[in-house]
C-alpha cells in the first residue's frame, strides 16, 4: 500500500483495521506527510520491510494501536509475559539497512544478505549508530488476528496456514532425506 498526503480532509480520517500486508518488498510505503491515520489489528507478515518511508522523517504521528490493541508484526522480537496477546514491549520500526536504502536505493540488491543483517546487527551493539524508530506500535499483538472471511475463501487463520506450510516443507525435507540416503546406500 502506498500512501500520500493521508488523509486528504482533516475531519475524514482513514483507519487501516484488520488487513493483511504480506510477503511483500515493502508492507506500507508512506510519505513522511501521513498523519492522522489510524492502525489497529493488521498483519505484516514477513514483508522485507514493514512499513516503508520515502524520504526524511517519521511517521509518529499516526496511531498505530487503538484502545490498547496495536497490529501484529512477524519481526516482532518482543514478549508477552502476562499472556494477554499483546507485546509488553513496543514495535519499532528502526534498521540501519532501511534508513540507507532511501538515500542509497541501489543498497536493495543487498537486501536479504547477510551484509544487511550484520549492519543492523552492528548497529544495536553500538547505539551511536542506532537510528531512530520511523514508528513505533504500543501495544503490538503476539499472535496474528482473524482476518474477515473473503467470498469464496474458507476462513483459515494465518497461523494455521503458515503452520501447514512449515509441516509441508519438512515433510519433504524429511523424504527427500531418506530417499538420498535409500539412494546412497
Known amino acids: 500500500v502506498y500512501t500520500d498526503g493521508s488523509p486528504i480532509q482533516p475531519d475524514a480520517p482513514v483507519h487501516f483495521r484488520r488487513n493483511l500486508f504480506a510477503y511483500n518488498e515493502s ?22 520491510e514493514q ?9 509518529t ?5 487503538v ?5 501484529y508484526w512477524s519481526d516482532y ?3 508477552d509475559a502476562d499472556g494477554d496477546r499483546i507485546g509488553d514491549l513496543p514495535y519499532e520500526a528502526k534498521s540501519l539497512f532501511e ?3 532511501v538515500a542509497y536505493p541501489d543498497l536493495r540488491l543487498f537486501q536479504l544478505s547477510p551484509a544487511a543483517d550484520a549492519l543492523d546487527l ?3 551493539a553500538f547505539p551511536i549508530f542506532q537510528p531512530q524508530p520511523k514508528m513505533a506500535d504500543p501495544h503490538p499483538l503476539t499472535e496474528p488476528p482473524l482476518l474477515p472471511e473473503v467470498p469464496g475463501l474458507p476462513e483459515t487463520p494465518v497461523a494455521a496456514n503458515l ?9 519433504a525435507t524429511l523424504v527427500l532425506g531418506v530417499g538420498l540416503g535409500w539412494r546412497t546406500r
Do not use: C, Y
Open 27 to 48: 508492507g506500507m510505503l508512506m510519505l513522511p506527510n501521513v498523519k492522522d491515520n489510524t492502525f489497529q489489528e493488521n498483519i505484516f507478515l514477513d514483508n522485507g
Open 51 to 59: 512499513i516503508g518511508m520515502a524520504g526524511g522523517g517519521d511517521l
Open 61 to 65: 504521528k499516526n496511531a498505530w494501536a
Open 67 to 71: 484502545e490498547g490493541r496495536g497490529n
Open 77 to 79: 522480537t518482543g514478549f
Open 99 to 101: 534508513n540507507l536504502l
Open 122 to 124: 552492528a548497529a544495536r
Open 163 to 171: 503452520a501447514i506450510s512449515l509441516a509441508m516443507v519438512a515433510l
